[in-house]
């Protein structure tokens, strides 16, 4: 690898180190990337750069619920037509995504940008908690979905979220937790079982 | 002769990180093979098998392939969940305070059946116990004494004189109790009340059992958990992360212990001056 990068030009080497410490992409896969790049038409690479470049530069967190976005409050914050009076709480951005693919949830977002993590040394201040609490001073929320993963973090976070919401008098709900659609029971775990039977319902 | 390419085992998983798309490096604490890391594949995706079984603070079957660097976990079973420990917001950071400390306190592949069953009895214990603060410092006390720091509370550490009782010192860097003496002598040495050396002693030589019948009262359980905590962080030279989450999750219920307390004098005069309208 060290040898190919001196073989190769500055620009090429450069370009092979920086797709390299993208995720996911080892020394061999930024190789090919880069490669591909040189023979690609000029067109393409260009379009490639300024993406990355309008990403960094037009991106930029809602200042109401902090996914991201281009536009300062985000589009769905200014959606008239979403209820106001819910609120999700998630994780990451990724996760709206994944609830408004659903097309189910009406009602706004914020997200945490992380979940607690005490062994991680990731607490209170880490994630934008405070801001969710500033948010819920109005009286306009009257239930907040907590949507955090169903993992430990995920789950010690909504906890936390409760024991300090609840005295504010909105309605606290976390998602339901049971079994994945398409999942073998044999195979399930006791606390994701113990869940499911708790809070079976009729058909 | 080669060795098998797979093997069982089991353990409880006391930390874990991301690795690339939807897999984990899990840390595993065994009886029989110590801590170790594995690999866990496709345990973040929503459908894995395994992932349930294999989440911090549960105690898992395991089986393992051999890998290049770090064996890979291709089964797993849950021995047992400590359910209540993941529905309690202040059990479910116990918890991780303990496996975090057993973390810190053990070296790669070093079994030791002892600490193993020690720290299975604790995450037990919390569960049932309601004693949770001796529990936690009956957990540090014996962790140091399994790992060759078993504070010298009997002698003062410098001059091995009886104590005397009266307001002595600890002294994390000499692992023990200075006499008023000797104290006098080293800068770091804190002050130790005579009831906390007793509560500490007894921890020492007793069993979890007699420990978990002690009753003391809240400002002596904050100064002998004082004293563990600074000679933990003194042996490990850091912070013990979840250290910082218990604090605040302290601090938070006192605030809101507060609030409820200033709050209620407010209603108090609106159905006072209610009843005079």
Not at chain 2, 91 to 117: C, H, K, R, W
Request: net charge neutral.
């Amino acid at each position: 690898m060290a040898q190919n990068n001196t073989a190769a030009t500055d620009a090429i080497s450069r370009l092979i180190q920086e797709l390299n410490k993208l995720p996911g992409i080892g020394p061999k896969s930024a190789q090919r990337l880069a490669y591909y790049l040189l023979r690609a038409p000029q067109e393409q690479a260009e379009r490639l750069a300024s993406a990355v470049i309008s990403l960094k530069l037009e991106i930029k967190l809602c200042s109401c619920c902090f996914n991201v976005t281009d536009a300062d409050p985000c589009a769905l914050c200014r959606n008239e037509q979403r209820d106001r009076t819910k609120v999700c709480v998630v994780e990451q951005p990724q996760d709206i995504l994944a609830i408004e693919h659903t097309g189910v949830y009406k009602g706004l977002y914020h997200v945490l940008h992380g979940a607690l993590s005490p062994t991680e040394g990731v607490g209170v201040n880490d994630v934008r908690i405070k801001e969710l609490t500033a948010r819920l001073t109005d009286g306009i929320v009257k239930e907040v979905i907590l949507a955090t993963n169903t993992n430990l973090e995920g789950e010690q976070t909504a906890m936390y979220l409760n024991h300090v919401l609840n005295p504010l008098g909105i309605r606290v709900t976390r998602l339901a937790r049971g079994l994945p659609f398409g999942t073998e029971l044999e195979y399930a775990d006791d606390a994701t079982l113990t869940r499911a039977l708790e809070g079976r319902s009729e058909l | 002769m080669s060795t098998p390419r797979e093997y069982q085992t089991s353990g409880i998983i006391i930390r874990k990180t991301k690795l690339g798309e939807a897999d984990r490096i899990l840390t595993v604490y065994t009886p029989e093979l110590g801590k170790f890391d594995a690999v866990a594949k496709g345990v973040r995706r929503p459908k894995s098998k395994m992932a349930g079984h294999l989440e911090l603070l549960t105690y898992s079957q395991l089986t393992l392939a051999r890998g290049r660097s770090l064996d890979i976990i291709t089964g797993s079973q849950t021995i047992e969940s400590f359910l209540p420990l993941k529905n309690d917001l202040w059990l479910m950071s116990y918890g991780l305070y303990v496996i975090e400390l057993v973390n810190q306190f053990t070296a790669i592949e070093v079994p030791d059946e002892d600490l193993f069953q020690l720290a299975l009895t604790t995450l037990r214990q919390l569960c049932q116990s309601d004693n949770r603060d001796l529990l936690l410092r009956y957990f540090e006390i014996q962790l140091l004494q399994h790992s060759g720091y078993r504070p010298q509370l009997r002698e003062c550490v410098a001059c091995h004189q009886v104590l005397q009782p009266v307001n002595n010192s600890f002294s994390a860097s000499n692992g023990g109790i200075l006499c008023p003496s000797c104290a006098a002598r080293q800068p770091f040495a804190h002050s130790i009340t005579v009831n906390a050396i007793k509560v500490l002693r007894f921890i020492q030589d007793n069993s979890l059992e007699s420990v978990l019948k002690l009753k003391i009262n809240p400002i002596l359980a904050r100064e002998i958990e004082g004293v563990t905590r600074g000679y933990l962080k003194y042996l490990l030279e850091r912070e013990v992360k979840s250290v910082a989450w218990l604090d605040d999750l302290r601090e938070q219920m006192r605030v809101m212990v507060n609030k409820k307390v200033v709050n209620a004098p407010d209603t108090g005069d609106a159905e006072n001056a209610a009843t005079e309208v």
